[in-house]
T-cell receptor
């Protein structure tokens, strides 16, 4: 199993550009999550999904959108990139039972 | 509100010395507690978890943590630090009774030769 995979690994965006961060898991997990990690701030939840077709906002959803059309994929969309969205983005998934989450390797995004 | 507090954003130890990373939580939810490790430029990896049963939990790479309900603590220890333990460590707990985890702000462990 590949686990949770994320693409791209790195990306530089100009202010106002849009992009989609891809996340795929092959563990048949129902729950999927998007976090951002800023230095010294831990991880903040952006959006999460409890199954295909169901998504909900986390702590810091502004400026982002998500969709969940399949169990495997959970893309994160940035519509109008801003410098405040410079961060490292992690996707995670978990199976229904228990709370432990499995993380992807991350996408490092810089907005200039 | 649920919170997870990690005391010390940086901890420095000598190789071979005891590692102690502190975590306190506040929750009325039956405790599930986790420690994750993040090596440079990588994602988070589960180190160990507490669900129910024995309060001393053993994880990978020689780490262990003890759940102390009376102190609402879940400190991470390792008897002898190795250079390869240098990383950032995160404590996490469920956010209320939801599907979400709340993470501490992280502790960066530095291991001196």
């Amino acid at each position: 199993n590949a686990g949770v995979t994320q693409t791209p690994k790195f990306r530089i965006l100009k202010i106002g550009q849009s992009m989609t961060l891809q996340c795929t898991q092959d563990m048949n997990h129902n729950y999927m999550y998007w976090y951002r990690q800023d230095p010294g701030m831990g991880l903040k939840l952006i959006y999460y999904s409890v199954g295909a077709g169901i998504t909900d906002k986390g702590e810091v959803p502004n400026g982002y959108n998500v969709s969940r059309s399949t169990t495997e994929d959970f893309p994160l969309r940035l519509e109008l990139a801003a410098p405040s969205q410079t961060s490292v983005y992690f996707c995670a998934s978990r199976i229904g039972l228990g709370y432990e989450q499995y993380f992807g390797p991350g996408t490092r995004l810089t907005v200039t | 509100a649920q919170s997870v507090t990690q005391l010390g954003s940086h901890v420095s130890v000598s190789e071979g010395a005891l590692v102690l990373l502190r975590c306190n939580y506040s929750s009325s939810v039956p405790p599930y507690l986790f420690w994750y490790v993040q090596y440079p430029n990588q994602g988070l990896q589960l180190l160990l978890k507490y669900t129910t049963g024995a309060t001393l939990v053993k994880g990978i790479n020689g780490f262990e943590a003890e759940f102390k309900k009376s102190e609402t603590s879940f400190h991470l220890t390792k008897p002898s630090a190795h250079m390869s333990d240098a990383a950032e460590y995160f404590c996490a707990a469920p956010m209320d009774s939801s599907y979400k985890l709340i993470f501490g702000s992280g502790t960066r462990l530095l291991v001196r030769p």
